[in-house]
């Protein structure tokens, strides 16, 4: 009745998957092994980290949560943020959706073996964490002079 | 010959536009309603209050807003859940709501937004007379 599902699998299927693969080699993806501290694409909050030889930065799109109740700390490279988004659920309404995440988070980043632990430095704007953890000097490219 | 140049390129400008719309991000929402109104939160960290944008008629909304975070130069992204820099949702409207009258308000990514019902629709509370 419905046919061979199996067949949408060669058109629209092959597609979206086309699709992530320019999405992923654009960013990258492809080149950089997925961490085992990495969790799923999608889990809250989201993470967006970018390098230049100077510092490493990354940004928690950690909307509503307030950021002093957030722990952030790190460890040589590893750098972990914890912290918890308490929504307030009407009493009395009637509840359509529910789409956004509620409850305690952490999140473990593996930064780079070069950086600066002592160098972090974290702000929160807009509901998004910033924080820009400095590399190291001795890690930056130098000229070797030859005697 | 120049016709067919012009043809191409307003395709591939489509093209790109459809591109750019596919990529826009679904934010998360609460939506529940009580007797006077609807509330709608949704999550849209990066937002600003200037760059994001409202839109309301007689029978739909639409929420737009672009992500703004100042980056420092020569910046290689390294790894990104969030790949698009604008959030895009719109809903249908239903007649009993007052969409003239939204209040909306912005705090920390969230945004709040206020669906009042017109006067004439909310409910009223009927009493059973017992004589």
């Known amino acids: 009745m419905f046919g061979n599902l199996g067949n949408f699998d060669n058109s629209l299927f092959d597609e979206f998957r086309r699709m992530q693969r320019d999405i992923d080699q654009l960013f990258g993806a492809t080149s950089w092994p997925s961490s085992i501290r990495a969790v799923a694409r999608g889990s809250y909050p989201q993470v967006n980290i970018g390098s230049n030889p100077d510092q490493v930065d990354v940004y928690l799109f950690t909307a509503g949560v307030d950021p002093e109740t957030m722990d952030i700390s790190i460890q040589q ?13 009407e009493e009395g309404a009637n509840y359509y959706r529910k789409e956004r995440y509620d409850g305690s988070f952490r999140r473990v980043v ?8 002592d160098k972090v430095d974290a702000s929160y704007r807009d509901g998004i964490l910033h924080i820009a953890i400095q590399r190291r000097e ?5 000229q070797i002079e030859i005697k | ?5 012009e043809v191409a390129t307003r395709e591939s400008n489509a093209v790109q536009q459809a591109k750019e719309q596919e990529r826009t991000i679904r934010p998360a929402v609460d939506i529940f309603e009580d007797d006077t109104g609807i509330t709608v939160h949704a999550d849209m960290p990066g937002v600003s209050k200037d760059r994001l ?5 007689s029978d739909s909304l639409s929420i737009v807003g672009d992500i703004n975070i100042p ?11 969030v790949r698009s820099n604008r959030y895009q949702r719109s809903f249908s409207l239903s007649r009993e709501l007052d969409g003239d009258n939204i209040e909306a308000s912005l705090k920390d990514g969230v945004l709040t937004l206020r669906i009042p019902k017109h006067e004439e629709h909310k409910p009223r509370k009927i009493e059973v007379r017992t004589d």
């Open chain 2, 1 to 5: 010959m120049n016709d067919t140049k």
């Open chain 2, 53 to 57: 944008n409202i839109q309301t008629d």
């Open chain 1, 77 to 89: 490279n590893l750098l972990t943020v914890a912290g918890e988004r308490k929504l307030v659920t």
């Open chain 1, 138 to 142: 001795a890690a930056k490219p130098r």
């Open chain 2, 71 to 81: 980056m420092p130069e020569n910046m290689d992204a390294v790894y990104a859940d």
């Open chain 1, 110 to 117: 593996t930064l780079p073996d070069d950086v600066d632990p």
